[in-house]
Protein backbone atom coordinates (compact mmCIF):
# COMPACT_ATOMS: atom_id res chain seq x y z
CA UNK A 1 0.00 0.00 0.00
CA UNK A 2 1.15 3.15 -0.68
CA UNK A 3 1.92 6.04 2.67
CA UNK A 4 1.88 9.62 2.02
CA UNK A 5 2.12 11.35 5.22
CA UNK A 6 1.74 15.05 6.36
CA UNK A 7 3.47 16.23 9.29
CA UNK A 8 0.49 18.25 10.76
CA UNK A 9 -3.02 18.11 10.67
CA UNK A 10 -3.84 21.09 12.42
CA UNK A 11 -1.53 24.03 12.11
CA UNK A 12 -2.67 27.57 13.30
CA UNK A 13 0.40 30.35 12.36
CA UNK A 14 0.46 34.35 12.72
CA UNK A 15 0.45 36.40 9.11
CA UNK A 16 4.10 36.91 8.24
CA UNK A 17 5.32 34.38 9.77
CA UNK A 18 7.46 31.12 7.10
CA UNK A 19 5.60 28.01 7.45
CA UNK A 20 7.21 24.68 6.60
CA UNK A 21 4.53 21.78 5.40
CA UNK A 22 6.40 18.41 5.41
CA UNK A 23 5.06 15.46 3.03
CA UNK A 24 6.85 12.06 2.76
CA UNK A 25 6.20 8.92 0.61
CA UNK A 26 7.34 5.43 1.09
CA UNK A 27 6.99 3.96 -1.98
CA UNK A 28 10.22 5.31 -4.17
CA UNK A 29 7.51 7.01 -6.11
CA UNK A 30 9.22 9.74 -8.61
CA UNK A 31 6.62 12.42 -8.57
CA UNK A 32 5.05 14.77 -6.02
CA UNK A 33 3.01 17.12 -5.48
CA UNK A 34 1.03 20.18 -3.31
CA UNK A 35 -2.58 21.14 -4.01
CA UNK A 36 -4.90 23.63 -1.91
CA UNK A 37 -8.44 22.46 -2.03
CA UNK A 38 -11.19 25.33 -1.25
CA UNK A 39 -14.62 25.41 -0.81
CA UNK A 40 -16.35 25.77 -4.27
CA UNK A 41 -12.97 25.65 -5.60
CA UNK A 42 -11.51 21.84 -6.11
CA UNK A 43 -8.09 20.87 -5.74
CA UNK A 44 -5.28 23.70 -7.12
CA UNK A 45 -2.07 22.83 -7.96
CA UNK A 46 0.55 24.81 -6.54
CA UNK A 47 3.91 22.96 -7.47
CA UNK A 48 4.91 19.73 -8.47
CA UNK A 49 8.25 17.85 -8.84
CA UNK A 50 9.32 14.99 -11.05
CA UNK A 51 12.74 14.60 -9.74
CA UNK A 52 15.33 15.42 -7.06
CA UNK A 53 15.80 18.77 -6.70
CA UNK A 54 13.77 19.18 -9.94
CA UNK A 55 10.38 21.41 -9.62
CA UNK A 56 7.63 22.49 -11.66
CA UNK A 57 5.12 25.39 -10.99
CA UNK A 58 1.36 24.62 -11.13
CA UNK A 59 -1.63 26.67 -11.27
CA UNK A 60 -1.45 28.59 -8.68
CA UNK A 61 2.58 28.85 -7.12
CA UNK A 62 2.45 32.66 -5.85
CA UNK A 63 3.58 33.47 -2.21
CA UNK A 64 4.73 29.10 -2.18
CA UNK A 65 8.11 28.09 -2.95
CA UNK A 66 9.16 24.08 -2.58
CA UNK A 67 11.98 21.78 -1.64
CA UNK A 68 13.15 18.21 -2.61
CA UNK A 69 16.09 17.44 -1.37
CA UNK A 70 15.46 13.41 -1.25
CA UNK A 71 13.35 11.54 -3.07
CA UNK A 72 11.03 10.64 -0.60
CA UNK A 73 10.43 14.30 1.13
CA UNK A 74 8.40 17.42 -0.45
CA UNK A 75 8.82 20.47 1.41
CA UNK A 76 5.99 23.02 0.77
CA UNK A 77 6.96 26.60 2.12
CA UNK A 78 5.06 29.85 2.89
CA UNK A 79 7.88 32.29 2.97
CA UNK A 80 5.59 34.83 4.63
CA UNK A 81 2.01 33.54 5.44
CA UNK A 82 -0.89 35.87 4.86
CA UNK A 83 -4.72 35.05 5.77
CA UNK A 84 -5.45 33.92 2.13
CA UNK A 85 -3.59 31.01 2.45
CA UNK A 86 -5.93 29.87 5.04
CA UNK A 87 -6.45 26.14 3.68
CA UNK A 88 -6.63 22.50 2.95
CA UNK A 89 -2.79 21.55 1.80
CA UNK A 90 -3.22 17.94 -0.07
CA UNK A 91 0.55 16.09 -0.82
CA UNK A 92 0.37 13.77 -3.47
CA UNK A 93 2.53 11.27 -5.33
CA UNK A 94 2.84 9.03 -8.32
CA UNK A 95 4.76 6.90 -10.34
CA UNK A 96 5.29 6.86 -14.19
CA UNK A 97 3.91 6.04 -16.39
CA UNK A 98 0.64 6.10 -14.71
CA UNK A 99 -0.48 9.03 -13.52
CA UNK A 100 -3.01 8.19 -10.79
CA UNK A 101 -1.91 10.16 -7.62
CA UNK A 102 -2.00 8.88 -3.91
CA UNK A 103 -2.85 11.75 -1.70
CA UNK A 104 -1.85 12.23 2.54
CA UNK A 105 -4.43 12.91 4.96
CA UNK A 106 -4.04 16.87 4.54
CA UNK A 107 -3.03 19.75 6.56
CA UNK A 108 -5.62 22.62 7.38
CA UNK A 109 -3.90 25.87 8.07
CA UNK A 110 -5.01 28.32 9.60
CA UNK A 111 -3.52 31.87 9.26
CA UNK A 112 -4.23 34.18 11.67
CA UNK B 1 -11.10 27.68 -18.24
CA UNK B 2 -12.63 24.32 -16.77
CA UNK B 3 -11.24 21.43 -18.74
CA UNK B 4 -13.21 18.87 -16.49
CA UNK B 5 -16.26 20.33 -14.77
CA UNK B 6 -18.64 18.52 -12.10
CA UNK B 7 -21.54 20.46 -13.01
CA UNK B 8 -23.82 19.03 -9.82
CA UNK B 9 -22.40 20.70 -6.61
CA UNK B 10 -24.79 17.71 -5.09
CA UNK B 11 -26.37 14.64 -5.09
CA UNK B 12 -29.16 13.12 -2.69
CA UNK B 13 -29.63 9.35 -2.90
CA UNK B 14 -31.57 6.57 -0.90
CA UNK B 15 -29.49 4.17 1.00
CA UNK B 16 -29.61 1.02 -1.87
CA UNK B 17 -30.67 3.14 -5.00
CA UNK B 18 -28.03 4.00 -7.73
CA UNK B 19 -25.48 7.15 -7.57
CA UNK B 20 -24.82 8.37 -10.59
CA UNK B 21 -22.17 11.02 -10.85
CA UNK B 22 -21.52 12.65 -14.16
CA UNK B 23 -18.31 14.30 -15.28
CA UNK B 24 -17.70 16.52 -18.69
CA UNK B 25 -14.14 17.53 -19.99
CA UNK B 26 -13.03 19.54 -23.08
CA UNK B 27 -9.81 18.48 -24.06
CA UNK B 28 -9.64 15.75 -26.45
CA UNK B 29 -5.97 15.11 -25.67
CA UNK B 30 -7.37 13.08 -22.36
CA UNK B 31 -7.24 9.83 -22.39
CA UNK B 32 -6.72 8.90 -18.46
CA UNK B 33 -9.63 9.24 -15.95
CA UNK B 34 -10.06 8.84 -12.65
CA UNK B 35 -12.49 9.08 -9.74
CA UNK B 36 -11.51 10.40 -6.33
CA UNK B 37 -13.33 9.84 -2.79
CA UNK B 38 -13.27 12.65 -0.31
CA UNK B 39 -14.39 12.24 3.44
CA UNK B 40 -14.13 15.97 5.26
CA UNK B 41 -10.95 16.82 6.52
CA UNK B 42 -8.97 13.55 5.30
CA UNK B 43 -7.12 13.28 1.73
CA UNK B 44 -8.97 12.26 -1.13
CA UNK B 45 -8.93 8.54 -1.73
CA UNK B 46 -8.39 6.93 -5.18
CA UNK B 47 -11.06 4.88 -6.09
CA UNK B 48 -11.32 3.95 -9.69
CA UNK B 49 -9.96 4.60 -13.13
CA UNK B 50 -10.45 4.04 -17.27
CA UNK B 51 -8.32 4.88 -19.72
CA UNK B 52 -9.62 6.08 -22.88
CA UNK B 53 -9.20 2.36 -25.18
CA UNK B 54 -11.98 1.35 -23.09
CA UNK B 55 -15.62 2.24 -22.16
CA UNK B 56 -16.32 0.71 -19.23
CA UNK B 57 -14.59 -0.94 -16.03
CA UNK B 58 -15.85 -2.36 -12.77
CA UNK B 59 -14.79 -2.38 -9.56
CA UNK B 60 -17.04 -4.05 -6.86
CA UNK B 61 -19.99 -1.72 -6.45
CA UNK B 62 -17.99 0.94 -8.45
CA UNK B 63 -18.40 1.01 -12.44
CA UNK B 64 -16.88 4.20 -14.30
CA UNK B 65 -18.52 4.73 -18.21
CA UNK B 66 -16.73 6.69 -20.35
CA UNK B 67 -18.39 8.03 -23.62
CA UNK B 68 -15.42 9.89 -25.85
CA UNK B 69 -17.88 10.98 -28.66
CA UNK B 70 -19.67 13.22 -25.94
CA UNK B 71 -16.17 13.62 -23.74
CA UNK B 72 -18.26 12.93 -20.70
CA UNK B 73 -17.89 9.86 -17.89
CA UNK B 74 -20.34 8.96 -15.20
CA UNK B 75 -19.37 6.70 -11.79
CA UNK B 76 -21.89 4.15 -10.78
CA UNK B 77 -22.27 3.00 -7.90
CA UNK B 78 -24.81 0.04 -6.99
CA UNK B 79 -25.97 0.01 -4.54
CA UNK B 80 -25.56 3.14 -2.83
CA UNK B 81 -24.39 3.03 0.87
CA UNK B 82 -24.77 5.90 3.90
CA UNK B 83 -20.75 5.25 3.83
CA UNK B 84 -20.52 6.36 0.42
CA UNK B 85 -21.22 9.79 1.27
CA UNK B 86 -18.31 12.28 0.42
CA UNK B 87 -17.21 14.36 -1.93
CA UNK B 88 -16.39 12.76 -5.51
CA UNK B 89 -13.74 14.59 -7.77
CA UNK B 90 -13.45 13.44 -11.27
CA UNK B 91 -9.73 13.80 -13.07
CA UNK B 92 -8.22 13.21 -16.95
CA UNK B 93 -4.71 13.49 -17.80
CA UNK B 94 -3.07 13.41 -21.23
CA UNK B 95 -0.91 10.46 -20.35
CA UNK B 96 1.38 11.24 -23.75
CA UNK B 97 2.32 14.92 -22.91
CA UNK B 98 4.46 13.42 -20.12
CA UNK B 99 3.45 16.06 -17.71
CA UNK B 100 2.51 13.60 -15.19
CA UNK B 101 -0.38 16.33 -14.02
CA UNK B 102 -3.88 15.52 -13.23
CA UNK B 103 -6.85 18.14 -13.54
CA UNK B 104 -9.55 17.98 -11.18
CA UNK B 105 -13.34 18.88 -11.53
CA UNK B 106 -14.44 20.47 -8.43
CA UNK B 107 -16.58 17.82 -6.85
CA UNK B 108 -20.07 16.70 -6.22
CA UNK B 109 -21.30 16.10 -2.79
CA UNK B 110 -22.71 12.89 -2.21
CA UNK B 111 -25.49 12.37 0.53
CA UNK B 112 -26.68 8.71 1.06
CA UNK B 113 -29.82 8.64 2.95
CA UNK B 114 -30.30 5.84 5.24
Known amino acids: DVKVTQ ?59 VSREKKERFSLILES ?18 D ?5 PGTRLTVL | DQQVKQNSPSLSVQEGRISILNCDYTNSM ?28 EDGRFTVFLNKSAKHLSLHIVPSQPGDSAVYFCAASDSGAGSYQLTFGKGTKLSVIP
Not at chain 2, 30 to 56: H, M, N, Q, R, V
Request: aromatic share 18%.
Open chain 1, 100 to 104: TQYFG
Open chain 2, 30 to 57: FDYFLWYKKYPAEGPTFLISISSIKDKN
Open chain 1, 81 to 98: ASTNQTSMYLCASSLPPL
Open chain 1, 7 to 65: SSRYLVKRTGEKVFLECVQDMDHENMFWYRQDPGLGLRLIYFSYDVKMKEKGDIPEGYS
